[in-house]
């Protein structure tokens, strides 16, 4: 009996496995950068309502079902998170006029404040990180985050 033949070379298998190990790790990071930056929003609200607020700040203007696709969420999570945010007056609502079953969600000037701070920090942290590099390798580094991504 004779063992199959790998046509991907053994290095190539170590490389790959390091990647997915980096991507774990980076995928952790994300969630404890969520924590965090829900934390300094407002003490009570959780990463997923951090994610619901900033696509609400990105997109000026939006109601629950937007946000669960966007979110690929279920929107019973999303509609829960909105109340919360409106609770710590984060977040209002108003009828839809063009749907009246709708209801149109807009971050408060005080939210948007608030999610442009945290997220200038992360963006200056991590610019400060990728000038450190040779432009070529953020290049590429880029490129492969664009190929993750439309995979």
Do not use: C
């Amino acid at each position: 009996m004779t063992t199959p033949v790998s046509t991907v070379p053994v290095d190539a298998d170590e490389a790959i496995a390091t990647v997915e190990e980096q991507l774990s790790v980076l995928f952790g990071r994300a969630r404890a950068i969520w924590k965090d930056s829900a934390a300094q929003i407002h003490p009570d609200l959780q990463p997923v309502g951090y994610k619901v607020l900033g696509s609400i700040v990105r997109l000026g203007e939006t109601n629950a079902y937007v946000l669960a696709q966007q979110l690929e969420t279920d929107k019973s999570i999303v509609s829960r998170q909105v109340r919360m945010l409106e609770d710590a007056g984060l977040v209002t609502s108003r009828v839809d006029d063009r749907d009246g079953r709708a209801r149109l969600l807009t971050a408060t000037p005080a939210a948007i404040e608030k999610v442009r701070t945290v997220r200038s920090a992360q963006q200056e942290r991590l610019r400060e990180l990728l000038r450190s590099r040779p432009i070529d390798d953020v290049r590429a580094f880029a490129s492969m985050l664009q190929l993750i991504n439309e995979s």
